[in-house]
């Protein structure tokens, strides 16, 4: 069983950054995939990033490409997202989320969710 907790949300001007940290406790922690998603109010959540178990390559939704970075710490059980060049557009709750091996952008494939923090954008 793994348990998440995500935090580093906050309010921002457009074209300033975050970084959020989504730290895991369990066991195993190097043999999930991890997600991040978000959800904007009224709208379903959607995809951002993710990063392989094994091979670390990282995968990003292309609204954020070029922008976001995602990043991992195994020894630290942590997964990380660096968001640059902040748009109000990318104004929603953000939340962390693991699947065990494999490697999925589909939210419906993540076995273990944090609460998500906000983040909001500013113009």
């Known amino acids: 069983q793994v348990q998440l907790e995500e935090s580093g949300g906050g309010l921002v001007q457009a074209g300033g950054s975050l970084r959020l940290s989504c730290a895991a406790s369990?066991?195993?922690?190097?043999?999930?995939?991890m997600g991040w998603f978000r959800q904007a109010p009224g709208k379903e959540r959607e995809f951002v990033a993710n990063?392989?178990?094994?091979?670390?390559?990282?995968y990003y939704a292309d609204s954020v490409k070029d922008r976001f970075t995602i990043s991992r710490d195994n020894a630290n059980n942590t997964v990380y997202l660096q968001m640059n060049s902040l748009k109000p557009e990318d104004t929603a709750v953000y939340y962390c989320?693991?699947?065990?091996?494999?490697?999925?952008?589909?939210?419906?494939?993540?076995?273990?969710w944090g609460q998500g923090t906000q983040v909001t954008v500013s113009s």
């Open positions: 369990g066991r195993s922690f190097s043999t999930y995939t």
């Open positions: 990063i392989h178990w094994s091979t670390w390559n990282t």
């Open positions: 989320a693991a699947r065990f091996l494999g490697g999925t952008a589909r939210a419906e494939d993540y076995d273990h």
